[in-house]
């Protein structure tokens, strides 16, 4: 997909229509934004007819037009309209921050569109995504037959003294 591909809806939506130069440079501060609050390193558009293979279609589309419809509304002063296209650049961003654990780990070197190139993603820091199974980290086996044992760290403080005082006919409930 390029930018013009993206453009094409933007002019339609807002009803007006954005310089090829300024849409390069809106994308890029789109992108820019991206980076910023997904801790990515995505590369900024180059031209207005430049393939962009660094994210699927469907983000790249769903990320860049409502922000590029924004800008040209608040260059027209339409506020409540551009304000309505921030919000949703918004609402995508944060599922695209939501999904992103899962873009990573579904991408196949050379096929852009199914999902984001691990080398995309800073993972220094206090950034980066990381996918975790959480599958088996409930613990169900601390709160006995009538889930009313207390919370764990209670247990394992009151093992822990009853170990030291060598106590051996006490209950926990």
């Not at 390029?2 to 094409?8: G, H, P």
């Not at 007819?49 to 469907?58: A, G, H, I, K, L």
Request: proline share 3%; with cysteine.
């Amino acid at each position: 997909m390029n930018l013009s591909e993206i453009l094409v809806n933007s002019n339609f939506s807002t009803d007006e229509t954005i310089t090829n130069e300024l849409s390069v440079n809106t994308a890029n501060k789109a992108l820019s934004l991206i980076n910023t609050e997904c801790s990515t390193s995505f590369p900024k558009f180059e031209t207005f007819t430049e393939t962009y293979n660094y994210m699927p279609r469907n983000w790249l589309f769903t990320l860049l037009s409502p922000y590029i419809s924004y800008t040209v509304k608040m260059n027209d002063t339409s506020l409540s309209e551009a304000d309505r296209y921030l919000e949703e650049f918004y609402r995508a961003l944060n599922n695209f921050k939501d999904k992103l654990g899962t873009l990573v780990a579904s991408y196949v070197e050379g096929d852009p569109e199914s999902g984001i190139n691990p080398d995309y993603i800073d993972t220094e820091g206090f950034g980066g995504v990381y996918e975790i199974d959480t599958s088996n980290a409930i613990n169900v086996g601390w709160f006995g037959d009538n889930s009313n044992g207390g919370s764990w760290w209670f247990k394992w403080v009151y093992i822990k003294n009853l170990e030291e005082t060598q106590k051996t006919n006490c209950s926990f409930y």
